[in-house]
C-alpha cells in the first residue's frame, strides 16, 4: 500500500519563505516522477513543480525562480522551497506520485496523493 504524507505548511507574510515535505512509503520512490500540486478555493488544480525520476524538473511559470523542487531518495521525499511568497500563492498543496515508472513529470499521470497542507500568504 502506498502513503504519501505532506508536512511544513502554514501562515505567512508576503515576501516570507516555506518548505513543504512529501514523504512516501510503499514502492520503489526512486523509479517515479514526483509532483506538487495546488487547489485555492474556487480554483482549478495546477501543477506547481514537477520532478522526475532522473532528476529534471519542471515548474509553472507563476513560480519559476521562486520554489524549487528537490527529491531525496534515500529518505524517499520531496521537498518544495517556496521564497518570496505571494497572496496568490495561498492554496492547499498536495503531493503525488507518478503512474507509470520513470514516466514523464510534466505531462504524466499522477496516483497516489496525500491529503494535502494548507498554505497561507497574508499581504
Known amino acids: 500500500q502506498v502513503h504519501v504524507v505532506e508536512s511544513g505548511g502554514g501562515l505567512v507574510q508576503a515576501g516570507g519563505s516555506l518548505r513543504l515535505s512529501c514523504a512516501t512509503s510503499g514502492r520503489t520512490f526512486i523509479n517515479y516522477a514526483m509532483g506538487w500540486f495546488r487547489q485555492a478555493p474556487g480554483k ?6 514537477a520532478i522526475s525520476s ?31 511568497l505571494k497572496p496568490e500563492d495561498t492554496a ?27 498554505v497561507t500568504v497574508s499581504s
Not at 519542471?58 to 522551497?81: C, E, H, M, P, W
Open 44 to 49: 482549478e488544480r495546477e501543477l506547481v513543480a
Open 54 to 84: 532522473g532528476g529534471d524538473t519542471y515548474y509553472a511559470a507563476s513560480v519559476k525562480g521562486r520554489f524549487t523542487i528537490s527529491r531525496d531518495n534515500v529518505k524517499n521525499t520531496v521537498y518544495l522551497q517556496m521564497n518570496s
Open 92 to 118: 492547499v498543496y498536495y503531493c503525488a506520485t507518478g503512474q507509470q515508472p520513470f514516466g514523464d513529470a510534466r505531462r504524466g499521470r499522477y496516483t497516489y496523493w496525500g491529503q494535502g497542507t494548507q
